[in-house]
C-alpha cells in the first residue's frame, strides 16, 4: 500500500501528515497542503480532551479529504481495559462507514478485534508501541500491521537502517514537528498519580509541564543541577520537535509520512505549520526535478516560530539527544504572531474582505497573510465595517463578521495574523 506521493520528475515524497482535533482543522490541515490528517473519536484516543469527532463529521470530514485525494486516519490507540473493549466494535463500525483510510493502535487487544470486525482496513501501529528495531517491524507486520509509527527515540540514521533491514512492504512514519512527551514513547503514569486522570486513555494532564521543587533528605552531599526561575523549576518540561531543516534526510530515510503533532492546538498552529513543512517539501521536489541543490527558505523557519510552540530541538533525530532538550520554563511558550481573522470571501474590485474574526485588531493594524504556498505578506487594515456598512474602529467581539480593507489578493480560507506592535 503507496502511500507516499510522486512529484513531477518522478520524485517520490513522503505524506505529510496533519492533525485535526475538530472539523474545522481537518478543513484547514487539507487547505494548507496536508495529504492525510488523523483524528479521534469519542472514545479511545489518546486526546479525549481535544473537541474530536462525532460519526457524522468524521464522515463529512472522509467525503471532503477524499473528494481532494487525500486520507483520513482514525486514533483508536489508547491503553484499552476490558470495560474499554465493550465499546470497541462501536467504535470500528463508525470508522469503517465513514469511509476511514487506516486506523492508528496501539493495544494487541485491539489490534486483535480490529483484525476481526475490519479485515479489510489497515492498520497504523501508535509511536506508542516504541517500535525501534526491524525485528520487532516484522513482528507487527506479522499481526497485520500495514504501518508502523516509529518511535520518537530513534535518530534518522537508525530510522533508515531499520528500514533497510525491515520487512518488504511496511512502511514507516515519523514525528518531525511538536510537543514532545518527557516519557518513553509517550508511555507515562504521572498524570495518573498525581491528578487522577490516566494519560494513556487520553485524559493526560501534563504534569510534567509543572513546577516543582527538590528537596534533599538524608545525609547525602550529592547535588542535582537544576534552574529555577520566578516561577519555580521545570525538571520534567521538554521542548518542542523541529525537523524541518532535515527534511533531505528524512526523505533518504525512505520515510512514507512526516507527522505533524497537535490535535490539541488551534487552526493557526495547524495552518502555519503544515504550510511551512508543505512549501519546505514542494521546494525540495522542485530542486530535485531541476537539478540543483536545495535551500531550505529562511522564511519557513521564520514561519514555525510564528505558530504557539515551547523553544525547538531536533530531539533523538540527529542522534543522541541534545544536553538541552529541556525547557527551562513552562512560560517560555511563545508565538511571534496571534490570529486575527480567517477570511471569508474577497472582492478584488473593491478591495474588501469579509472576516470572521478570532482576535481584536485596530483599524490600521499591520496584518500578515498565512495563504496556501504563500506567506510574507502584509497589509494595513484599510478601514472596518460591520455587516450593516457601520464603521468601526476595532474588532472586539469574537466571531463576529466582518468587512476590512485589504489591497492584497486574498482567498477564502486564508488566515490574518496579528503582527505585534514593537
Not at 70 to 88: K, Q
Not at 161 to 170: D, E, K, Q, T, W
Not at 229 to 256: C, F, M, W
Request: charge should be negative.
Amino acid at each position: 500500500m503507496q502511500q507516499q506521493n510522486t512529484q513531477a520528475g518522478g520524485l517520490v515524497l513522503p505524506e505529510l501528515l496533519a492533525p485535526a482535533g475538530n472539523p474545522e482543522r481537518l478543513r484547514v490541515a487539507l487547505n494548507f497542503g496536508a495529504d492525510a490528517v488523523y483524528v479521534g473519536l469519542k472514545a479511545m484516543s489518546l486526546r479525549n480532551f481535544a473537541d474530536n469527532f462525532t460519526p457524522r463529521e468524521l464522515a463529512e470530514g472522509c467525503a471532503l479529504a477524499h473528494g481532494l485525494g487525500r486520507r483520513v486516519y482514525v486514533t483508536l490507540n489508547a491503553f484499552a481495559h476490558d470495560e474499554d473493549l465493550d465499546g470497541l466494535p462501536a467504535l470500528l463500525d463508525q470508522a469503517a462507514e465513514a469511509g476511514a483510510d487506516a486506523l492508528i493502535v496501539n493495544d494487541p487487544g485491539v489490534i486483535r478485534l480490529a483484525r476481526r470486525l475490519l479485515p479489510a482496513m489497515p492498520l497504523h501501529l501508535s509511536t506508542q508501541a516504541n517500535t525501534l528495531n526491524a525485528e520487532t517491524a516484522a513482528f507487527w507486520q506479522e499481526q497485520g500491521i500495514s504501518r508502523i509509527v516509529l518511535a520518537r527515540e530513534l535518530s534518522i540514521e537508525q530510522m533508515k537502517a531499520l528500514r533497510a533491514r525491515g520487512p518488504a512492504g511496511l512502511e514507516y512514519e515519523a514525528f518531525v514537528h511538536g510537543a514532545m512527551c518527557v516519557s518513553y514513547s509517550g508511555r507515562c503514569l504521572l498524570s495518573a498519580y498525581i491528578a487522577g486522570r490516566d494519560p494513556n486513555k487520553g485524559e493526560c494532564a501534563q504534569p510534567c509541564r509543572w513546577s516543582y521543587e527538590l528537596k534533599e533528605q538524608g545525609p547525602s552531599e550529592g547535588s542535582y543541577p537544576i534552574e529555577q526561575d520566578e516561577q519555580g523549576t521545570y525538571v520534567l518540561n521538554s521542548k518542542d520537535l523541529r525537523l524541518i531543516e532535515h527534511l533531505p534526510a528524512l526523505i533518504d530515510a525512505g520515510l512514507h509520512s512526516l507527522k505533524i503533532e497537535g490535535r490539541m492546538k488551534s487552526i493557526a498552529y495547524v495552518a502555519t505549520v503544515v504550510n511551512a513543512y508543505r512549501m519546505a517539501l514542494d521546494a525540495y521536489a522542485e530542486s530535485m526535478a531541476k537539478g540543483r541543490p536545495y535551500a531550505l527558505p529562511a522564511i519557513l523557519v521564520d514561519e514555525l516560530d510564528k505558530a504557539s510552540h515551547r523553544p525547538y530541538t531536533t530531539g533523538f533525530a540527529l542522534g543522541t539527544a541534545p544536553a538541552d532538550i529541556q525547557a527551562t520554563a513552562s512560560a517560555d511558550y511563545s508565538t511571534d504572531a496571534a490570529i486575527g481573522a480567517v477570511v471569508l470571501a474577497y472582492d478584488e474590485k473593491k478591495g474588501l474582505a469579509q472576516i470572521e474574526q478570532r482576535n481584536k485588531f485596530l483599524d490600521g493594524d499591520l496584518l500578515s497573510i498565512l495563504s496556501p504556498g504563500d506567506v510574507g505578506r502584509v497589509f494595513a487594515v484599510a478601514g472596518i465595517w460591520n455587516e450593516e456598512g457601520e464603521k468601526r474602529q476595532s474588532t472586539p467581539h469574537p466571531r463576529e463578521k466582518l468587512f476590512i480593507g485589504c489591497a492584497e489578493p486574498l482567498r477564502p480560507g486564508d488566515i490574518l495574523r496579528i503582527i505585534p506592535k514593537k
